[in-house]
């Protein structure tokens, strides 16, 4: 049978030998282990954009898939270590917020701590709960359905950052969130709270400034700002075979404001 | 049975959420793919370069091997979306030049157009083709051959960009196409050039300076800059131990010359 | 039955074709083969830092995993291409010191020069040993047991740079030997050596500054420079949600000196 891809988002950089160390624990306790890197390249303890690109990608998966995601400030201190069972599959991974975008749009789930001290590396350390707690976990996941025996059931994860944009007027009001490789910047507002509210949208301004709306990238002008209803259904905005981030210097939380008339 | 590889190569960079969902789209489709990624470092939309990468480690894949290539700066537009069958496999991705290269070499190949819809991932996204057709055709085609079924046959590709260097006396003249990570500089001027015109190469001029030539990197004194047929077999230029681009500053464009006398 | 691993580790960057063309050749060979990429960051010809990051990796590896390393100033040269059979698998690559810390700590193993050019990949270049000698070796060495026809035993490896530690007093003295992605500075200071004494370490130094000694990242002040002992058992500085790099300017070869008193 086809074991479940275990799935990895770290800030761990690939220079180093965090990553190696990870997937050599997970390889010695589950050799037949299918191993995806998502990224190891979220900026060092930015754990907001973790799990933005977690929630990105999170769709994608098949069934049965064991995320886990390392964004650890927090390591060695009080805060717990969590498995989430979903819809989808699994997620392991520091309770810091990491997984509150995903969860915001499941209708059940269950948390699980992990702290049965059975599925820990020994000695357990400080630093690196990623090699000591949490591949380990994954990798005995991806064996047997151990996640019952994980620890004890938690209400609700400890950490949540889930926020819901408001409609003031007929406008709706967020914010850049994410500057991509492309230098394109992606908001936090999505096509479907115009759906759901039975609105469309017409007009976008950055900072109070319009910006034209357009089908794809080729559409626009050179050198023209142009805003596109993304891949993920994300209010994006982009210059053409450009960079909108050097161009236009748009940055994380620059305000966005999308109206219906 | 063994299933083949699919090897990804992409301008998406190693940061941003693209790569981790190519990787999901296509394990949807087929759980047992084997992936490999050559590299997703192509410099935003720089076609030509993806287009020499792809053909520099095109030569060791194994028969049967997918190639996945999204260089992709005109999404959305009308550039078409292919599928070639070529004596070793097949190459994915958009209908831009980025296959030129590799086509100059081959004897008989098959092009199709990607458009049959059975295949595309539903919504079809104006911007992100990669995830709605390249990796869904890569998936389909890891399974079973529906090679015939993607789409027309296209007489040829739209964009081609393989140039024939030209002998000018007794000495054929190039360029410096690509700079490594170690600031060597690699040439399109080929040693079987030489062999086909059954002349030896005895003399290289790097923007009219002439450069002794070594049989390996190590061959060279420290600091001196040198030229070797590298392992690609093509004109490289090099200083031991150091960086052929810091220490002599030489770019991507510079001419270079080899003469048989 | 489940095949072993090979691990890879280089200085060949991600941006080039070089790993994408060892892949190709690993599979071309073994078609089932299972690789890992340990890392491809080791900066440019850098073989000491590529040696502390093998050594790093080693322990959490299953046994009989196959680990390739390649950071190879001297290809073309002298110096020999190498397999080592250790007690947990093999090490193959250049012997130019990158197996020396491994080795170390090694009870016992067998030394083999790679020179039965029947494994080799032909022509053999003289400037991509990576991929003529070494990943060749490797994915026969994956598919059977030809470690003893590979070439000739070996007394010994030509380049060793193991270095012990001496006490001085009741102090031992290292230096800073790496610095992660985290700006975190790993030190050659380790924890057993203590024990090994029976002595308990009490007071940390950096360049004759002391600086206080904690269990973990997050136990430290914010700004404040901290010294832990690493995940691996390695003395280690760090500043909490901060780069000890940027705010305290460390760097390799800052020496560090631990004592009992």
Redesign the interface.
Known sequence: M?QP?I?L?TD??????????L???I??IN??AT????????E??NIRQGAI?LQ??Y????KG?IFVAVVD?????SRDAICIKTSKGYLIGPDNGLFSFILANERSYEIRKIENDKYFRRPL????HA??IFAPAAAHLSKQDIFKTLGRKLKRIGVSWNTVLKWSDESLVGEIVYI???GNGITNISKSEFKKANKTSQRVKLKSKEVSMK?????GKKDELIA?W??SQLL?FAV??D?AEKKYEIKVGDSVEVSTL
Chains 1, 2, 3 share one sequence.
């Open positions: 086809k891809i799935a988002l761990f950089g690939l220079s180093d030998h965090y990553v190696g160390v997937k050599g624990v390889s010695n050799p037949n191993m995806i890197d998502i990224t190891h390249l979220i060092p303890q690109l990105e990608v769709p994608y998966y098949p898939t400030p927090g390591v060695g201190s350390s400080a630093t690196f090699r000591d991509d490789r492309f089908e794809f990238f080729a559409e596109v993304n891949s994006e053409p075979n960079s």
